[in-house]
């Protein structure tokens, strides 16, 4: 029997190394965590799109499926509107088989077991989730539980939807929650390689500001067109920081990690991109006796990481707080994109 619903959960990121660097070029690490969205997607007979997406404020939008992707899009919407857009533009046989002759119209609810102001890639893994859910759901069957498009496809549809809106992005985001675990990225997906960890001694705080990806972008673009060089050698620098920690990671020496996060916040200081809230508690992290600490993402507000030693993980959390932020209680290295039901 073929199913017309399915539900979907993807996990949210974390960037462990390499931000900003790796939109020109240089790679960079990223983890995914167990704070997972959750979409259920259901074709249904009317030939309508209905959306409902709480954590970003969209109560029963709606639209015809025939104006997809076109005039003014709610904030909230604009991902996974744009996500079924792309889809069935990429695979219009689909609509055909699917959406036209047997079904009309898409229903999606999405739900965030994380706060969308974490900074741990809310647009993305909604984005996902849709593109995996119409994977599954049209054209064939459901019984043997596989998604006729590969990972990669699944991603290049994503980073697709992502680039559509945003314009800018490396897609590490994208990749982190199809994947799962902590991968080595290179942009656009060039290169993703799953690391194998057992488990990473990784204490995240929220510094309780957002911070707006694109917006930082073209701050330190604009510096790179004031100091070309001196910009290009910072992304050297963290560039270079990447197999390190790549091999440190490997070998389990949380050690020598966190001294290459601490030369990371270094070069994404001098970027620009850090605050006196992160750098707060990115010190406290310290003096409290984590290996090491740093920003993750784009900088400014989000979420700061540090490693500790099991010992120490209370002493850092409790410097985090009391620097100000919110020490957030999260798993790592978690596996990525799946069906649920
Ligand atoms: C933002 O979380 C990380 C950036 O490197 C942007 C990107 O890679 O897409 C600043």
Redesign the pocket.
């Known amino acids: 029997m073929k199913k017309y619903q399915v539900t979907i959960s993807a996990p949210g990121k974390l960037?462990l190394f390499g931000?900003?660097a790796?939109?020109y070029g240089r790679p960079?690490i990223v983890t995914a965590v167990g704070q997972r969205m959750k979409a259920t997607i259901e074709l249904t007979k009317e030939p309508i799109f209905q959306l409902n997406a709480p954590d970003v404020q969209i109560t029963n939008y709606q639209k015809p499926m025939t104006k997809l992707g076109l005039g003014d899009i709610p904030k909230g919407a604009k991902f996974v509107e744009m996500a079924v857009a792309n889809f069935l533009i990429r695979h219009p046989e689909r609509l055909a088989k699917d959406l036209s002759r047997m079904r009309g119209g898409i229903k999606i609810t999405t739900k965030s077991q994380f706060n969308s102001q974490f900074?741990f890639g809310s647009s993305s893994a909604s984005t996902v989730c849709v593109i995996k859910a119409l994977s599954e759901l049209t054209g064939k069957k459901l019984s043997n539980k596989r998604s006729f498009l590969s990972d990669k496809a699944i991603f290049d549809i994503s980073y697709k939807t992502v680039l559509d809106i945003q314009g800018?992005?490396?897609?590490?985001?994208v990749a982190s929650t199809i994947y799962g675990g902590t991968l080595y990225f290179v942009i656009g997906g060039k290169v993703i390689k799953p690391l194998k960890l057992k488990s990473l001694p990784l204490i995240v705080g929220y510094s309780g500001i957002k911070a707006d990806?694109v917006t930082?972008?073209n701050q330190v673009s604009q510096k790179a067109k004031k100091y070309p060089q001196i910009i290009d050698n910072l992304y050297s620098s963290i560039g270079q920081l990447i197999p390190l920690a790549q091999n440190a990671l490997l070998r389990g020496d949380f050690e020598n990690v966190g001294e290459l996060m601490d030369f990371n916040q270094g070069y994404l200081s001098s970027l620009g991109v850090s605050s006196s809230k992160l750098e707060a508690m990115i010190h406290a992290s310290r003096e409290a006796g984590a290996y090491g600490a740093k920003l993750s993402?784009?900088g400014v507000g989000d979420c700061m990481i540090a490693f500790a030693p099991p010992s120490k993980v209370n002493a850092v959390k409790k410097a985090i707080e009391k620097a100000g932020g919110k020490a957030i209680n999260i798993k790592s290295n978690v596996e990525g994109v799946r069906l649920e039901s």
């Open positions: 960037m931000e900003h790796v939109v960079c900074g800018k992005g490396s897609g590490f985001d990806t930082l972008i993402g784009a």
